[in-house]
């Protein structure tokens, strides 16, 4: 059984919601069978200044589509109700009929499949409401959105035994996903913010005047100072970005109708949720891989009401001071103050949280599926090792798409374990980039394909989940030694010959090769090898230093089965294990050895103790290949390993060389017409799998010489990694056409196969 290693540290499974297709689902149960507590309402707080209270009944709680991640979001109706305020003894009704709040809630992790509902801190608070009391006092509104939210929390139970009613669309993913994206562009909150406080963009001072007069109410509140630095942070996941707006000194507010000053706390703060939005820009950043011609797009704050009527800022919690916080009339002021200023105001916020050039053209066209055509952006929070959130792990990503695919359910949900799995490479990682798996097994197996030397690529397929590419028909294999000495044609079976990923490697699987090896015996051979692909940095064998080099490397022995079935007319001749051994050795050594020899005998008490006759008509031999090729000798294996490189070698070395000729049907006629040993060709193979990325690694082999193919081959069998090309080309396309978050270069440090191919390493800032 292969090893299959596990990660440095263990990533929890993701849990990917569908809340669009719940809420379709929804739609079609019914809505009686959905509510089975009492719909009565009653909420109201007291202190000298104010007296209020909501009571009614409510009418349905639905779930929207517009939730993200673990973030559901429902409309809650009001069927009939009153709001109810006494102010200095003045008393006045609204009716709330037909009215509604709309609320969002964070689930925590499933718990005996039950979902459970947060109870931390602004975990469930408004997002939008209906209730405009009273047009010329919105203060009367935030304290109706206030007592709603109070009730909804200490209630908290009721939503969630709304919630587990639904059939709620889920997945879990054990492996890192992009979430259909074809790349991924990941850093922390952290790194967010260390760019927001150096470029200063945010609005470092307020200044809001709140003048009520009516008959009901008389105000003029004045709130004036600063902010310090804006910051991303946890609470929110998707589209929706949560900022912590901490206020500065000299911060206060003050009621201009008795001169009386509120002056805020040290620790006052806002708290609030935006989202972003791609905007067209003129240039004024350059890809240095391409040829200038993109179009240029910022992601920046969005200053307008969503789609679903939603203000561009929400106020998700705001503490200014204990005595505010005791004044219910002064904190639905101060809400209503800082809600207007944010949606006033939000358009100060100038920060650029990324840069792309759509549509660039790369100056190498062997790089141009990595320039994007179209993009988008998600957060995601994360916990550190306690389970708390953490700046550092949380993930702001931008996403795209390349070639102007498509993501057939696009959405902003990110993975939020991409930090934490670079981190567990390299704990000073703080930045990433993934490309998906198809998109990696297109781009760089497909074209490696040809460097295998198999077929002409007309004669393969991309399989349906987009990891392996097999033939798509029959196809040779060459000519080998059958028992008599005799060569004769091997052919694949379409779809035996299979090269793509699993399980985070790559795999060679070649499934029953078969030709006729003597009289009345066909002869049946597969060949499978699995190779880890390690971003390898260090120092060579010729003591040279070397740095984020690709390399495959071989897990376990290459393991190789034969087994031979004997056509009908011959069943009843007697086949033993130790004929199936000696065809087996024949057709491994073919001219090396006699079978009198003493190397001979040796090998074959190795082999006949794996023969296991099947039924009978058939005998099954497996064989682990270096191990058994090692048994013959250490002579033996020297010139085994100098004959299959010198053949391989002689296969790529065409003139020219490129992914085209190398790979042309006169080229596969010449080298399936050669004599060869099974284990020869299965060798070649094997090599040709661990060149790939280094050739692919320097123009897709164009422009190549033969002298080079040989260097980068012999470099490779000799472990000279110096000589080899390092990943810094293709990482310069990588990331050539975007600023995340600002123009930093991201220093590489590891890469590996985990769900896609995941790249970790560091911004640094210029």
Known sequence: MRKVYMKKKQLDSLRIYDWVQTTKDVK???????????????????????????????????????????????????????????????????????????????????????????????????????????????????????????????????????????????????????????????????????????????????????????????????????????????????????????????????????????????????????????LDSSKTIEDPTGEGNGEQVNLMVKTDNDNNGDAPVILISLFLSEEIEKNISLKGFSETIFKEWFNENIEKFEQIFSSFLLNETAKDENFQWLKPTTVSYGVAEAKDENGEPSLDNSVFAVMTMVEKRENKNPTHGVDNRLLQAVKNAKDTNDSAFGIDMPLFVEKWLVQGLNIMQVGVPSQFEKTSNGLYIQNKERIPFGRIPNADGDEVDAHIDPKKFRMGITNNQLELDIDNITWKHTRGIIGHVSYRQYFDLKLKSGVDTLGAEYKNVLVPEEVEEAIMTCSYQLEDWYKREKLLVGIA??????????????????????????????????????????????????????????????????????????????????????????????????????????????????????????????????????????????????????????????????????????????????????????
């Open 28 to 278: 079609n149960q019914d809505s009686k069978l959905l509510r089975n507590f009492s719909t009565v309402f009653h909420q109201e707080m007291k202190d000298p200044s104010m007296d209020a209270k909501v009571t009614g009944n409510w009418g349905s709680w639905e779930l929207t589509d517009e939730g993200s991640g673990r973030y559901p979001i429902f409309k809650c109706y009001i069927e009939n109700g009153t709001f109810e305020v006494d102010i200095n003894h003045k008393k006045t009704t609204y009716d709330l009929q037909h009215t509604w709040i709309k609320i969002c809630l964070k689930i925590e992790d499933m718990q005996k499949e039950t979902y459970v509902i947060s109870e931390k801190e602004d975990t469930l608070y408004s997002i939008n409401h209906s209730f405009l009391l009273d047009q010329e006092n919105s203060m009367l509104s935030s304290v109706a959105n206030h007592l709603f939210v109070t009730w909804l929390k200490e209630h908290r139970e009721l939503l969630q035994q709304q919630l587990n009613t639904y059939t709620i669309h889920s997945r879990t993913s054990d492996d890192l996903s992009l979430l259909g994206w074809d790349t991924n562009y990941v850093t922390s909150f952290s790194n967010v913010n260390k760019t927001i406080q150096q470029q200063n963009l945010y609005p470092s001072t307020f200044e809001h005047e709140l003048i009520v007069d009516d008959d009901f109410t008389s105000a003029d509140l004045l709130a004036e100072g600063t902010f310090q630095p804006w910051e991303i942070t946890t609470g929110a996941d998707g589209q929706n970005v949560n900022f912590i707006c901490k206020f500065g000194e000299n911060s206060g507010m003050a009621n201009k109708k008795n001169n009386k000053i509120y002056k805020f706390n040290s620790n006052a703060y806002a708290k609030i949720q935006l989202k972003l939005q791609y």
């Open 581 to 766: 051994t000696e065809l087996t050795l024949t057709l491994l050594t073919g001219y090396f050895f006699s079978k009198t020899s003493d190397v001979f005998r040796k090998a074959f008490k190795v082999i006949s103790k794996t023969g296991i006759a099947i039924g009978k008509t058939m005998v099954k031999i497996t064989v682990k290949l270096g191990q058994l090729l090692k048994k013959f000798g250490l002579k033996f294996w020297d010139e085994a390993r100098n004959i299959v490189r010198q053949r391989t070698y002689s296969n790529l070395a065409v003139h020219p060389p490129t992914t085209n000729t190398i790979s042309s049907p006169g080229q596969m006629k010449r080298i399936w017409s050669q004599p060869r040993q099974a284990w020869s060709i299965f060798k070649e193979l094997e090599y040709k799998m661990l060149y790939i990325f280094p050739i692919m690694g320097i123009r897709g082999v164009i422009g190549t010489t033969p002298t080079i193919i040989w260097e980068l081959v012999d470099a490779m069998n000799q472990k000279e990694y110096s000589k080899l090309p390092s990943t810094t080309k293709f990482l310069a396309q990588c990331v050539g056409a975007i600023k995340w978050p600002d123009n930093g270069e991201f220093q590489l440090e590891t890469g590996k196969l985990q769900g896609f191919y995941l790249m970790g390493g560091r911004l640094n800032k210029k």
